[in-house]
């Protein structure tokens, strides 16, 4: 069964979901997006803050926390940002940590943002 998780964020322009849960896994996208729809178009820690946060709300909204989290993938638009992610992430993350990409890409779709976070998550409902 597949359902789409009501994350109380702005529904994306693209054609997308920023949250879908099918066979027990949770598939989301993340981006510094506030929940009234503005981007965060502060540094890369701001951006990253905003992002995680948008991260756990999502996996409560779908009966989940971080500890569910079996892979993420990062997409920065530099690797001079990978220090300052790694600081946040380890103030949302705890050992174990998750599986990890971090991907270095020329730009994102969302203007003004360096952040862009794909992650699987393993649900229990």
Known sequence: ???????????PSAPHAWAVAANNTLYSVHVP???DGSIESGDATRQAEVTFADLEATLEAAGADLSDVVLVQIFLTSLKHKAAVDEVYKRFFKEPYPVRACIAVTELPTPQTVIEVVVTAALTN
């Open 33 to 35: 997006i506030r929940p």
């Open 1 to 11: 069964m597949r359902r789409t998780i009501q994350t109380g964020l702005k529904k």
